[in-house]
Each structure stands twice: as C-alpha cells, then as structure tokens.
C-alpha cells in the first residue's frame, strides 16, 4: 500500500507571509495539531504546531496577529510522495521524531498529510500490510527525548529538495533557527487540549 492510499487529501496551509492568528484559527477550524507553510506557488516551506505558536506567544510577548508565521515555523520538513509505500513514511517519520508528514508532488506543492494516526489505523486494518509491533516500536522511538538542535545561521530562506522514490522523503532545509529554544521545533509535542472544545483531535 502506498501513503496515497491513507493520506489526508483536505489539508489547509498559511503562507509565508500570514501571522500566527491564521495558522492559529487553521487548527481551531480543521481539529488538528499542525499545518504546512508554503511559498507563492503553494510549495512546503515550513511546518507548524500548535505549541510552536504557545511558545511564540510566550516568548515573543505580542499578539498572534503581530508574529509571522516565519517566527515561529519549523524550517527543516520532512516530505513524503504519494507513491511511496507506507513503510517509507514510518521509517522518515521515526528518523526524525516527527508524527506527520507533508505529502507534496512532483513541485513540492502540498497535497495531502499523513500522520502516525493514519498508519496505526492502517496497521489495524491490515495488520499483515504494517505489522503492529514493528509500529509500536517506531512510535515508541518518535516519542523518545531528543537532544536540542543545534543553533544555525539565522536569516536565510528555506532550500527545497524534492523527495526521490529512491531516497525515501526529502527534507525541506533552512538554516533559520527559532527565536527562542524550543519555540519552532516541529511536532516535538502537543500542546494542551483546547478549552471548551469538547469534540476529539483527528490529528
């Protein structure tokens, strides 16, 4: 099975250009905890979580609607393609901790998201296909603590390179750090549960 086969195809972006409030109002209407940042032409440059904007907001001190979204944003992004078979989006998400991936064709452009929630459904499902212990031992290691990246060079523009069936899902790479440690590091954890919101995340 490849990733076309469970992916999320409705997936809502910012642009580069938007401020924290509209990425913050993308996950309060969609029920989800991140959401891709793309150019002018709709290609994945970033990624962000609903706790890179709580700790935005904190460190940063201001209004969402005064903080990019460049601020903030996750600026290394692991990408899958819809042709890829399943396991390759376990493999990438497990080598870099993250629990979703952007899924992008042939120009980088975003279409579609898949998540740890849709392979464990997928597992479940068939667990022939994706075998269940294998995936307990993958989220096992994608919940694990990691080390803090190390500082880069802030100011540069994110360099895409597109994902290769070969190579397995390519990395959108920058190297502009987050404000503060911590604030934009992509789906490290989730923050906490929206007050008055009484429905389930579907991640």
């Known amino acids: 099975m490849t990733i076309k086969d469970l992916m999320s195809r409705d997936v809502h ?3 580069l250009g938007d401020h924290l409030d509209a990425a913050a109002r993308v996950l309060w209407d969609r029920d989800c905890g991140a959401v891709p940042v793309v150019d002018g032409n709709g290609a994945v440059v970033g990624m962000i979580t ?9 460190t940063q001190g201001r209004p969402l609607g005064e903080i990019p979204v ?4 996750a600026r290394t992004v692991r990408t899958a393609r819809p042709d890829q078979d399943v396991a390759a989006a376990l493999a990438a998400m497990t080598a870099q901790q993250v629990r979703r991936l952007p899924v992008v064709d042939a120009r980088g452009v975003c279409i579609g998201m898949v ?3 849709d392979l464990v459904r997928h597992a479940a499902a068939q667990p ?17 603590p990691r080390a803090v990246a190390a500082s880069t060079k802030p100011g540069a523009a994110p360099a895409v390179v597109a994902p290769t069936a070969a ?7 920058s190297a502009s750090p ?15 549960g929206k007050a008055g919101k009484s429905k389930g995340r579907k991640d």
């Open 50 to 58: 609903d706790r890179d904007i709580c700790m935005a907001a904190f």
């Open 128 to 144: 022939k296909a994706l075998a269940p212990e294998g995936l307990v031992r993958a989220l096992a290691a994608i919940a694990a």
């Open 115 to 117: 998540s740890t929630a």
């Open 178 to 192: 987050a404000p503060k440690s911590g604030a934009a590091t992509a789906d490290k954890g989730r923050a906490a």
């Open 70 to 73: 460049t601020v903030a944003m």
């Open 167 to 173: 190579a397995g899902p390519a990395a959108v790479a």
């Open 13 to 15: 972006t910012v642009r």
